[in-house]
Nanobody, 120 residues
Framework: QGQLVESGGGMVQPGGSLRLSCAAS???????????LEWYRQVPGKERDLVAR???????NYADSVKGRFTISRNNALRTVYLQMNGLKFEDTAVYYC???????????WGQGTQVTVSS
């Protein structure tokens, strides 16, 4: 089981920006570069929802609710995935989790979650 360490959460006013980072500290560069990386978010009492995904080839997909505002990116050499969040809204408040879907049936690792709060 690998370890993903998230950072960058916090409190921000509506319209503000945050950048989340997720480092795969125990993953090799090879495995990381071949992994599909995702960001999810969850609010109390609701399911964890997919926010953004980036493939091995850096193709990206986004939830409709964040398209045009959020950007997922990866740095394979640093074994890190990012989520740049701009134009934050109240409804973006949630705990954000990163996941690493590893190749060769090695499974999926999850981060511990980081709180993002949008409040005036």
């Amino acid at each position: 089981q690998g370890q993903l360490v998230e950072s960058g959460g916090g409190m921000v006013q509506p319209g503000g920006s945050l950048r989340l980072s997720c480092a795969a500290s125990t993953s090799s560069v090879k495995i990381f570069s071949e992994s599909i990386l995702e960001w999810y978010r969850q609010v109390p009492g609701k399911e964890r929802d997919l926010v953004a995904r980036i493939s091995r080839g850096s193709s990206t997909n986004y939830a409709d609710s964040v398209k045009g505002r959020f950007t997922i990116s990866r740095n394979n050499a640093l074994r890190t995935v990012y989520l740049q969040m701009n134009g934050l809204k109240f409804e973006d408040t949630a705990v954000y989790y990163c996941s690493q879907n590893k190749p060769y049936a090695l499974g999926t690792d999850w981060g511990q979650g980081t709180q993002v709060t949008v409040s005036s």
